[in-house]
């Protein structure tokens, strides 16, 4: 079965980087671009761009380019998403979401939470 | 960007009710639009894409329409597990946009 596993919780400080993976299985990883989303605590969903699994490149919606790095490693079905220089308002849970034959998402990762604080 | 308004931003209603949500684009999108649920603590899920079409393995209680800015996500008989927080979704242009979330709460 399809399966997206993220890893870990993170605690941060300000002005150091992360990076989140987002391990796929049950499919051939290439077939389906992957996205991923944000939620700050208590608030809505914001997509913020997505990756072609096949060709590497990435798209970074608005207010997510600079500090915000989707790549892979096709060798073991793996997406990432770094984020450098963090703020305190970059705390948020993180998402990666499979886009499926439909363009929408159809399989999403359980989430990692990151929190940059002092 | 494409704005999408979702209203209301909450309901209250009981077990057995027709719930109506509705979403709103600042510009046509044709029926490029998607409907998801995410309950506390918890990744969303997809229910319904191209404005009507229902993914699999999704309850047939739950039903979308509408095409070009005005779209509706119906629960015809409201149950337990259905207590959530609703999100349209279009993937009519980048950067793809989500609506502002529906509480669908209990009464």
């Known amino acids: 079965q399809v399966q997206l596993v993220q890893s870990g919780s993170e605690l941060k400080k300000p002005g150091a980087s992360v990076k989140v993976s987002c391990k796929a299985s049950?499919?051939?990883?290439?077939?389906?671009?992957m996205n991923w989303v944000r939620q700050a605590p208590g608030q809505g969903l914001e997509w913020m761009g997505w990756i072609n699994t096949n060709t590497g490149n990435p798209t970074y919606a608005q207010g997510f380019t600079g500090r915000f790095v989707f790549s892979l490693d096709t060798s073991v079905s793996t997406a990432y998403l770094q984020i450098s220089s963090l703020k305190a308002e970059d705390t948020a849970v993180y998402y990666c979401?499979?886009?499926?034959?439909?363009?929408?998402?159809?399989?999403w990762g359980q989430g990692t939470l990151v929190t940059v604080s002092s | 960007a494409i704005q999408m308004t979702q209203s209301p931003s909450s309901l209250s209603a009981s077990v057995g009710d027709r719930v109506t949500i509705t979403c709103r684009a600042s510009q046509g999108i044709r029926n490029d639009l998607g409907w998801y649920q995410q309950k506390p603590g918890k990744a969303p899920k997809l229910l319904i894409y191209a404005a009507s079409s229902l993914q699999s393995g999704v309850p047939s209680r739950f039903s979308g329409s509408g095409s070009g800015t005005d779209f509706t996500l119906t629960i015809s008989s409201l149950q337990p597990e259905d207590f959530a927080t609703y999100y349209c979704?279009?993937?009519?242009?980048?950067?793809?946009?989500f609506g502002q979330g529906t509480k669908v709460e209990i009464k």
């Open positions: 979401a499979r886009s499926g034959p439909n363009n929408h998402f159809d399989y």
């Open positions: 049950g499919y051939t990883f290439t077939s389906y671009a």
């Open positions: 979704l279009q993937d009519y242009n980048w950067p793809w946009t």
